[in-house]
Every structure is written in C-alpha cells, then in structure tokens.
C-alpha cells in the first residue's frame, strides 16, 4: 500500500496508506501505553462521535459556513461508522492526556480519509478536506469529547436498564411462587423472626424498582450537552446559529432528545453530570451484591450449610474435591460490583480534578463510566439468566430450620411476656429443647394455643392477638 506524508505543526510522519487515521492519532498511538483498552473496544462511543460529526456538519452546512458537498460526505462517512465499519481505526488507548483531544482527532481523521475517498481523492489530500478546518468545524475537543460520552452513555444507560428490568421481572416471579415457603429471618447473622421466601425475593425485586428508578432520573443528565461551547463555552470560532441547529440535527440522528446546557461555560468544565450517574451505579452495585451474597449464603451447603435455594450447578467447584460445586454465579456478579464501587472512585477524582475552564481527566472519567455501565449490565443478565431463572428453592429445609429456631420464641412476646420468652429462649440454648416444649412444660400456654402460635401462616401474622389463640 505504501505510505503518506502527512504533518502536524510538530513535524511531519510517514503514514500507512492502509490506514485511514493520521498523523495527530499516530502520535497518540506512540505516546499513550495505559489501560490496554483501545476506542475500538467501545463501539458504542465511535458511534456516539459518528453522530456528533455528523449533526456538526449538516448544522454546518445548514448555517451556511461548511459547502454542501463536504458536509455530505462527512455525513456519508459518519454513516458508515454508525453502521459499525472502520471499527478497527480507532487505535488510541482510551486513558489519554490532553482532555480526550487524540480521541477527537482520531475520529476526524478517519471520517476525512473516509469521506475523500469517496469523493475519489487519496487519503491525506487534505486541501480538498481537512480534519480540522472541515471535519471539526465549528467544534474543539472540549465541546464533541464530553458531549459523546453523553451520548454513548445515554445509549448504554438504556440497554442496563433493559437487563435490570429482566432482572426484576425475574425475582418478581420467584417472589410470587414462594409467596407461602416459610423460613427463618436473620439479623447479623443469627435467628431473627419467621419470614418467606417470598418476602425475601420481593424485597430483592424492590431493591431493583428503585435503582431503575434511580438510573432512570440520572440519565436524564446526560440530554443536555454543551455542543457549540468550542474551547471554553464562549462559541469561539462557531457560527452563532450552529448551537440551535446541532442539538436539533442529534436529536433526529439520535431519536433522542438533546439539549443546549444552560451555560456553556459552567457545562464545558463541570463534569458532576457523570458523578451523579456513576453515583447511581454505585448505589446499584451495593445492592446487587447485597442480593448475591444472599444467594450465596442461602445457597450454602449442600448438607451442612443452609441449604434453602438451590443455584443451577454451572461448573466443576474444585480441582481436588469431586462433587464440589461453588457458586460462580453469584460471586462473580459480586467481583463486578466491586469492579463498579472503585470506578465510582475514578470518576469522582478525576471529576474533582477540572481546573479553571476544562477538565482533563475526562478520559478518566470516560473509561470508568463506560466500564461501569457495561460490567453492570451483564452482571444483571448474568444473575437473572444464569442464576434466578432457574432457582429453586427447599421448603422443608426452610420450614425445619423455623421450627428449630429459637428466635421463633419471640412470637410468644405478645401472649406470656418478653421475661418469660428470654426465660425459655436462654433454656433452649442450653439443653436444646425446643421451645414449645419447654413453654408447654412451665405451662404458660396449652398445646393447643402453642400449636396455633407456632402455626407457619400466624408467626407471619403481627395482629394476632391473645382471643386470636384461645385456651
């Protein structure tokens, strides 16, 4: 294929011609040596750049500053990264100095080469299109860099929310089905009060509700983009019209929603939006890892644990222990959560980081989100196909395990008194009676009342009261 001879003010650099980025994303791809993880790895946000490149040059040609036969082949080329080609020229790695600029410019470089090919030109001849002065029209890093990552993040936000929403759907069924399989309740670990394990699977599904609730309001955040604001948010450099028209052009590129920010200013160098939303993961990751390590504790046995719910086997647990298994599921939906908790971290530093007009840490900020949002969404299809779908549960393990408790003592409370119910609990943690047997023997209550007691469905009564009982 040969190469090119293409400059920038530093110097000039021989280029492939196989490759369709330039000389700005080829010094990017020598100096930047991070995460491993290259643009190409995030489709999703090629793809979010493809649509801000585009609605900048049909808002360009619209206001009249970009002649129409550029800006459609820009626009061309941008289809065809939206259609997911030329993934593979996207190189830089996503960790980055310099506020996301390689980013940026490995983006205009591709879409030119792709566009003056298609305008029968050889990639590189940039005196009949440029990566600047036409691809990046009307535009600076500081305004299309944070705006993609909105954009990719709005996407990706909606597609976590569709796994979360399989996942709630899925504990909502278990909920239903064991509406009625009674089972001990635990506080810090020891016997607490009689539950089900409907209550338990609902509960979960409500932890679920309210973070979909919670993502939902988040991503909202991210409508509001500062396309317009060029270097610091005074519009330098842009026609005055354009900022009307880009949102507009997006948002039909898009079908999504986007909106001018308020201050362009304030926007180009706060980056609290993606706080907030990495402050929602956070909180969903705690709770998605509350609800696994629960599995996993109720799962735990398979006869010398407790044995309540069965997680689907999925994999040999042990190199050296035949029949062992383990509960893969549920812990590595674990070990992503945590993954999720220290992005949360990242993103919070490198949000506080922004100095004066601009923060450059956004690619920080950019790596960590994306991360976040991904991990986390397969972590809750993981657990709802791989683990809740196919659950099942012990109902008489459960049920044995309420009927040795010693903290169903505390259904007597309302009939002889907390002394006495101390009094009979501190007796059966000594001899290991039960404690109907030992209320019976002092003759606080008949069998008959003690049978009603201690019936499954009334422990989950709190209203039952002394006449309820009888003699």
């Given at each position: ?38 643009l190409s790895d995030y489709p999703y946000f090629i793809k979010a750049f493809a649509q801000i490149k585009k609605a900048a040059a049909l808002a360009n040609k619209e206001v009249g ?407």
């Amino acid at each position: 294929m040969g190469t090119r001879k293409e400059h920038d003010f530093i110097g000039e650099l021989e280029i492939s011609n196989d490759v369709y980025y330039g000389v700005q994303t080829f010094r990017a791809l020598e100096n930047f040596h991070m995460s491993g993880r290259k643009l190409s790895d995030y489709p999703y946000f090629i793809k979010a750049f493809a649509q801000i490149k585009k609605a900048a040059a049909l808002a360009n040609k619209e206001v009249g500053v970009l002649e129409a036969a550029k800006a459609d082949a820009i626009a061309k080329a941008c289809d065809r990264l939206i259609a997911g080609e030329f993934r593979d020229q996207f190189v830089v790695d996503m960790i980055q100095g310099g506020a996301g600029t390689s980013t940026n410019m490995n983006a205009n470089e591709v879409i030119t080469n792709i566009a003056l090919e298609s305008m029968g030109h050889k990639k590189g001849e940039y005196q009949y299109l440029h990566p600047n002065d036409h691809t990046n029209l009307g535009q600076s890093t500081n305004d299309t860099y944070p705006s993609s990552i909105k954009v990719a993040a709005y996407a990706k936000l909606t597609d976590l929310l569709k796994a979360m929403e399989l996942l709630k759907s899925e504990l909502e069924v278990k909920a239903k089905e064991w509406k009625d399989v009674i089972k001990m309740g635990r506080t810090e670990l020891e016997d607490a009060v009689p539950t089900t394990l409907g209550n338990t699977f609902n509960a979960f599904a409500t932890y679920i509700k309210s973070d979909i609730e919670k993502i939902t309001a988040a991503r909202e955040s991210m409508r509001y983009l500062n396309m317009g604001a060029t270097a610091i948010g005074t519009g330098i450099n842009c026609h005055p019209d354009y900022k009307f028209v880009v949102e507009k052009k997006l948002s039909e590129i898009t079908g999504v929603k986007f909106e001018a920010a308020d201050d362009f200013i304030a926007a180009t160098q706060d980056t609290a939006d993606f706080v907030h939303v990495s402050g929602a993961l956070k909180t969903a990751a705690v709770r998605l890892s509350k609800i696994a390590n629960d599995l996993r504790l109720m799962n735990s046995g398979p006869r010398c644990g407790l044995g309540e719910i069965n997680l689907p086997q999925m994999q040999p647990g042990s190199s050296i222990m035949p029949g062992k298994v383990n509960p893969v599921i549920a812990e590595v939906v674990g070990e992503a959560c945590y993954e999720v908790i220290g992005n949360d971290v990242t993103i919070m530093l490198c949000s506080e980081r922004g100095e004066f007009e601009l923060n450059a840490f956004e690619p920080g900020i950019a790596y960590g989100l994306f991360n976040s949002i991904c991990i986390l969404e397969n972590a809750m299809k993981t657990l709802a196909e791989k683990a809740i779908k196919k659950l099942t549960a012990n109902p008489e393990a459960c049920l044995k395990s309420v009927l040795g408790s010693v903290g169903i003592v505390t259904a007597f409370n309302p009939h002889i008194g907390y002394e006495k119910s101390a009094s009979i609990a501190k007796e059966a943690l000594q001899t290991g009676k039960a404690v109907g047997d030992i209320c019976l023997e002092r003759g606080y209550l008949s069998k008959a009342q003690i049978d009603k007691i201690l019936e499954p469905k009334n422990m989950l009564n709190p209203s039952m009261s002394k006449d309820d009982i009888g003699k």
